[in-house]
T-cell receptor, first 112, second 112 residues
Framework: DVKVTQSSRYLVKRTGEKVFLECVQD?????MFWYRQDPGLGLRLIYF???????EKGDIPEGYSVSREKKERFSLILESASTNQTSMYLC???????????FGSGTQLSVL | GEDVEQSLFLSVREGDSSVINCTYT??????LYWYKQEPGAGLQLLTY?????DMKQDQRLTVLLNKKDKHLSLRIADTQTGDSAIYFC????????????FGAGTRLFVKA
């Protein structure tokens, strides 16, 4: 089975802190994604990556950046966390562009 | 732009059938998906349908696709308390690269 692992289940940070959310997949998938999930809004795509060192903006990239130095790892970075970034963050991967997604368990981030 | 809409809440009695509806806008979508999210977990693929199909049945699950109306539904027969979860409808959009667009999610509550 594909495993997508997110480094933290819960995270509490202060406004202005730099925050790293890590995601690792073990199935040599080409594509990796970061979504945030908010009640009533569903999942919104922040950034995605088709290959190592490649990144594409999703629908809500403002305030975020990403890094993909190795194929299995995709990091989401909040340069200066703000309270409106309090959310559940979900990482996902897929084998190719039109394949189903495999999700991690999510990181619930609270910014105080 | 692409959009996926679904109602936010559905309540049924144990043993009844549940029907979760979804509408989408991208007529070029080749795959349409249903994902399930149980409490405290990430999303898992439940089932999917190719856009050239009208119906797909998988044990207690029936997916119906009306491509003309861009309407997708998920029917769960003999709904059990373990089916209580959030169900997300999703399409893969070919616009601007392959992106999975999610609905807001329908929370299914099964009453014993």
């Amino acid at each position: 089975d594909v495993k997508v692992t997110q480094s933290s289940r819960y995270l509490v940070k202060r406004t202005g802190e730099k925050v790293f959310l890590e995601c690792v997949q073990d199935m040599d998938h080409e594509n990796m994604f970061w979504y945030r999930q908010d009640p009533g809004l569903g999942l919104r795509l922040i950034y995605f990556s088709y290959d190592v060192k490649m990144k594409e903006k999703g629908d809500i990239p403002e305030g975020y950046s990403v890094s993909r130095e190795k194929k299995e790892r995709f990091s989401l970075i909040l340069e200066s966390a703000s309270t409106n970034q309090t959310s559940m963050y979900l990482c996902a991967s897929s084998l190719s562009g039109n394949e189903k997604l495999f999700f991690g368990s999510g990181t619930q981030l609270s910014v105080l | 732009g692409e959009d996926v809409e679904q109602s936010l809440f559905l309540s049924v009695r144990e043993g009844d059938s549940s029907v979760i509806n979804c509408t989408y806008t991208d007529s070029s979508s080749t795959y349409l998906y249903w994902y399930k999210q149980e409490p405290g977990a990430g999303l898992q693929l439940l089932t999917y349908i190719f856009s050239n199909m009208d119906m797909k049945q998988d044990q207690r699950l029936t997916v119906l696709l009306n491509k003309k109306d861009k309407h997708l539904s998920l029917r769960i027969a003999d709904t059990q308390t373990g089916d209580s979860a959030i169900y997300f409808c999703a399409e893969i959009s070919n616009t601007g690269g392959f992106k999975t667009i999610f609905g807001a999610g329908t929370r299914l509550f099964v009453k014993a």
